[in-house]
């Protein structure tokens, strides 16, 4: 069974940055596309960032782009997300996910992490 373990959210003003980190344990990483979605009140889960299983390719949503990085470091069975030039839209519950199948669906989520921006 694989666990996802987010970290590295908190409170954060606008215009600042926070890097969040997904330790991964009791599977493949290495072969798994990684993700983040995020969450806001009221709001639907939203996709935000994907990264490939090499990491050779990454895929951001539009709002997020120029502004979020995601990155991997299979070693370490870790995927990260720096996110700069954060907006207090951006606040929400940010979720790591694995996907088997190439980012079609994600059999794995973690617990989530809350990332709130300060306006």
């Known amino acids: 069974q694989v666990q996802l373990v987010e970290s590295g959210g908190g409170l954060v003003q606008a215009g600042g940055s926070l890097g969040l980190s997904c330790a991964a344990s009791?599977?493949?990483?290495?072969?798994?596309?990684m993700a983040w979605f995020r969450q806001a009140p009221r709001k639907a889960r939203e996709f935000v960032a994907r990264i490939t299983w090499r990491g050779e390719y990454t895929y951001y949503t539009d709002s997020v782009k120029g502004r979020f990085t995601i990155s991997r470091d299979n070693a370490k069975n870790t995927v990260y997300l720096q996110m700069d030039r954060l907006k207090p839209e951006d606040t929400a519950v940010y979720y790591c996910?694995?996907?088997?199948?190439?980012?079609?669906?994600?059999?794995?989520w973690g617990q989530g992490t809350q990332v709130t921006v300060s306006s």
């Open positions: 996910a694995a996907s088997l199948d190439y980012g079609l669906s994600y059999a794995y």
């Open positions: 009791g599977g493949s990483f290495g072969t798994y596309t």
